[in-house]
T-cell receptor
């Protein structure tokens, strides 16, 4: 079983829609979580960090559910520029700071 | 500007040749990482280093080697023993000692071996 799992998508949504992705993790000892955005053939860029129950930054909200071991990313008022692959990562916050990445969820925002 | 640089952006090699990928950071981060990404897949950890002169194998270290002689630099050598070296290679760094666990990535090197 993979440490972090994501629905690969693609999620095809119209501009202005609200879309949510889930990411499940298997290790209950995971302490912190991260969402990255990756454009085609580019490096992942950090979108949001989640150290407690959730985080919000403008149109983006991340929520952590420790009981069910998943983290979600909600994007409101989708823009064409939000089209990308979104990677979820979990880590144990130990000395190694090893990240476990999901395979990513692809989002296509259509006009 | 602080950041992570990787060079070259694209690299082409013949099978059987070793190749070294460069990674430099000026973020003053202690920890550095090498990942490999294949199409449609997530990032897989090759090697990581927490401090200078120390590094550990990740999940797929076979056929790779690294060094960490300076805090700023963490080069990765892809040897001829690596069975499927063609991939997108990403270097990252972080500073977990400051309770900031985020990893930041360089622009990557796309290696093609024929």
């Amino acid at each position: 079983r993979k440490e972090v799992e994501q629905d690969p998508g693609p999620f095809n949504v119209p501009e202005g829609a609200t879309v949510a992705f889930n990411c499940t993790y298997s290790n209950s000892a995971s302490q912190s979580f991260f969402w990255y955005r990756q454009d085609c053939r580019k490096e992942p860029k950090l979108l949001m960090s989640v150290y407690s129950s959730g985080n919000e930054d403008g149109r983006f909200t991340a929520q952590l559910n420790r009981a069910s071991q998943y983290i979600s990313l909600l994007i409101r008022d989708s823009k064409l520029s939000d089209s990308a692959t979104y990677l979820c990562a979990a880590n144990l916050q130990n000395n190694f700071n090893k990240f476990y990445f999901g395979s990513g969820t692809k989002l296509n925002v259509k006009p | 500007d602080g950041g992570i640089t990787q060079s070259p952006k694209y690299l082409f090699r013949k099978e059987g040749q070793n190749v070294t990928l460069s990674c430099e950071q000026n973020l003053n981060h202690d920890a550095m990482y090498w990942y490999r990404q294949d199409p449609g897949q997530g990032l897989r950890l090759i090697y990581y280093s927490q401090i200078v002169n120390d590094f550990q194998k990740g999940d797929i270290a076979e056929g790779y080697s690294v060094s960490r002689e300076k805090k700023e630099s963490f080069p990765l050598t892809v040897t001829s023993a690596q069975k499927n070296p063609t991939a997108f290679y990403l270097c990252a760094s972080s500073n977990p000692g400051l309770s900031s666990y985020e990893q930041y990535f360089g622009p990557g090197t796309r290696l093609t071996v024929t």
